[in-house]
């Protein structure tokens, strides 16, 4: 029988005007994975925060190998063998591989105080090896890929001979394959005795490694399931605390004229005579494999990157141009794949991020009407459901679903006619996709025309009216949705 190395009894935890976690329990075994599922404001990012001493908990009691302990800061936490790594990997990207991993508690050469940079390149190119790693420990940090970069976070996690490993979301920004071998070593740790706590959305992660799965909703722990005994539909419902009928709802607007067209768009070494159209009240799906050069179109048409030849149409004028600012001007929105660098400004509140694109609204004799920018941001939260105390609360506080809407509540402060949605639902739980996707269906009936990126086949399947299919920079395949399966996407996706 495993033993059990953490448990979490009562645990209650407020912040101002929010109960973050209230009176929930959670245990882990040694040699085991245990799932944490739950919306964005479950409380998952309060549980990760209270485990590595980030915070103490208001009431409860935490116990490891049975004793009560309190952890002292994160310091504390690792001494005691607690290690998290996150769904945006915190690294010091100008610094070699085998300097992250042991950052903070390098090898000295203890006579003279100095870095053994050749016992520390061994014992990183040992954790490594352990990994099945294929990149070498003196490479420079910032030129390896996501993938690479979460496989040293977790040899860092081992050098500090860590016993409970918390993974948050670490599947979001990978491929296919990439998951794959962030299977196989998730798999290894568990062999090795290390107890791992996956936090995911993806229900292909659950199922595929987990042997027992937790849900929290709103705070609160609902239920602990081994997971070969649970359905994704008990999960869902768990999770979101009521019935989600149709995943995917249903919409009955039919397209109409064209409105948007790209014709022989070219990059030079990203992407080459691509053309699609779209039509006023459509959802075009634009798929690939990761790399395939969807995102680098999208940023050439909203004007974050030059391209070097073709043709950008909006309501049959030419559009030739390379800033932001005149895309938005011209009516062209903007929701990019990475919402924390590209879509919000962290350190300001909900408000200021959603009038941002058109602050000339709020402005009356130079001078900008704080009332009506905060009543209208106040009117689009409350329409796309942003959980939030109010709108003056800081974006860097909220969930990474609410952070989500906040973008889309900026997207339509402006006078958009075409937005650009490029992994809209990327690492947000299955509810927030659901209240997504009933804002995308708002949007086309109100007669905007959509671009969503997406690598997620049923949501391709399930929301799009046509699909444009991309590779290695070149669209191989066009395709009206109801003609459409995975396998012809799919094929067309990985074809020579």
């Known amino acids: ?63 490891l190998d049975g004793k009560p302990v309190d952890i002292n800061g994160p310091l504390d936490a690792q ?45 990183a190119a040992e954790l490594l090896s352990q990994l099945d ?115 995917f709802p ?14 022989g768009l070219s990059r030079t070494g990203f992407f080459k005579d691509v053309s699609f159209s779209v039509r006023k009240g459509e959802v075009l799906a634009l798929t690939g494999l990761v790399g395939a050069g969807r995102t ?12 070097d030849s073709g043709t950008i149409t909006l309501g049959g004028k030419d559009l030739q141009h390379t800033a932001v600012s005149k895309s938005i001007a011209e009516g062209i929105g903007y929701l990019p794949e990475d919402r924390l660098k590209q879509g919000l400004v962290l350190r300001w509140e909900i408000a200021k991020n959603i009038t941002l694109s058109a602050l000339e609204k709020f402005v009356h004799k130079g001078f900008l ?4 920018e905060n009543s209208t941001a106040g009117e689009l939260a409350e329409k796309l459901a942003v959980k939030a105390v109010s709108v003056h609360d800081k ?27 490029d992994e809209p639902t990327k690492g947000v739980d299955v509810g927030a996709k659901t209240a997504i996707y009933t804002i995308m269906n708002d949007l086309v009936a109100m007669g905007y025309g959509i671009i969503m990126v997406s690598s997620e086949m049923p949501e391709v399947l399930g929301m799009s009216n046509r699909i ?6 070149r669209v191989t395949a066009a395709f009206e949705t109801r003609d459409a399966t995975q396998e012809k996407i799919l094929r067309a996706a990985m074809r020579e």
């Not at 329990?25 to 799932?35: N, T, V, W, Y």
């Not at 249903?250 to 014709?263: L, S």
């Not at 444009?468 to 920079?473: S, T």
Request: net charge negative; with cysteine; proline share 2%.
């Open 133 to 247: 790693a294929n990149f070498d420990c003196r490479a420079v940090m910032g030129t390896l890929s996501v993938a690479q970069q979460q496989i040293v976070e977790i040899a860092k996690a081992l050098s500090t001979n860590a016993r409970i490993i918390i993974m948050d979301e670490p599947t979001a920004p990978l491929s296919s394959r990439e998951c794959e071998d962030l299977y196989r070593i998730t798999e290894g740790l568990k062999q090795k005795g290390v107890g791992v706590i996956f936090i995911s959305h993806r229900f292909e992660d659950m199922y595929r490694l987990a042997d027992r799965v937790t849900v929290f909703r709103d705070g609160r722990y609902i239920n602990t399931w081994n997971s070969k005994d649970v359905d994704e539909h008990a999960l869902v419902l768990a999770m979101v605390g009521r019935e989600i009928v149709q995943f």
């Open 250 to 263: 249903k919409r009955d607007t039919v397209p109409g004229e064209e409105i948007f067209r790209v014709e």
């Open 468 to 473: 444009v299919v991309m590779r290695d920079g």
């Open 296 to 307: 680098e179109v999208c940023e050439a048409i909203y004007g974050v990157t030059p391209y």
């Open 369 to 372: 009407n704080r009332n009506k």
């Open 79 to 123: 001494a005691r063998g607690i290690a998290a790594i996150y769904q945006h990997v915190t690294c010091f990207p100008d610094l070699s591989v085998a300097e992250n991993i042991f950052m903070g508690h390098e090898k000295v050469v203890s006579a003279v105080k100095r870095i053994d940079w050749r016992a520390m390149n061994q014992a």
């Open 1 to 63: 029988m495993l033993e059990t190395i953490l448990e979490m009894q009562h645990i209650t935890k407020s912040f101002p005007g929010v109960k973050a976690l209230d009176d929930v329990h959670f245990d882990l075994k040694s040699g085991e994975i245990h799932a944490l599922m739950g919306e964005n404001g479950a409380g998952k990012s309060t549980f990760i925060k209270i485990i590595t001493g980030v915070h103490r908990p208001d009431s409860g009691e935490l116990l």
């Open 395 to 421: 974006v860097s506080t909220l969930s990474g679903g609410n952070q989500q809407k906040v973008i889309v509540a900026k997207l339509l402060t402006a006078d958009m006619k075409v937005i650009i949605l």
